[in-house]
């Protein structure tokens, strides 16, 4: 097993389910069940918790760019940076 797959496995176990809001009503939702759709994206099964509105739905999260990078990994997963960390390093 690659060092790679080791922390993308830690990062798989340790994820955790975020919690949002219903659109409709403005009510914290509750998770139903997730699945990862790659190793970036998440779908997470919600009902929204409050009971007379009833609200089922999908919510997504998905990496979008590394504002800070970690500080002990030796790896590069290659990730996309924030425009800012890009400047950051490029000024150094
Ligand atoms: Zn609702």
Same mark, same amino acid.
């Given at each position: ?6 922390? !993308?496995?830690? $990062?798989?176990? #340790?994820?955790? /389910?975020?919690?949002? +809001? ?5 009510? *914290?939702?509750?998770? !139903?069940?997730? $699945?990862?759709? #790659?190793?970036? /994206?998440?779908?997470? +099964? ?5 009971? *007379? ?8 999260? #998905? ?30």
């Amino acid at each position: 097993m690659t060092n790679k797959s080791v922390t !993308l496995q830690a $990062h798989k176990l #340790s994820a955790d /389910i975020p919690s949002g +809001y219903c659109p409709y009503c403005g009510s *914290r939702v509750h998770v !139903l069940s997730s $699945h990862m759709q #790659s190793d970036l /994206i998440r779908d997470s +099964y919600v009902e929204c918790n409050n009971k *007379r509105c009833g609200h089922r739905f999908v919510l997504q999260i #998905s990496f979008i760019h590394t504002v800070e990078e970690p500080k002990f990994f030796e790896i590069s997963l290659n990730l996309p940076k924030s425009p800012k960390l890009k400047a950051r390093q490029n000024d150094n």
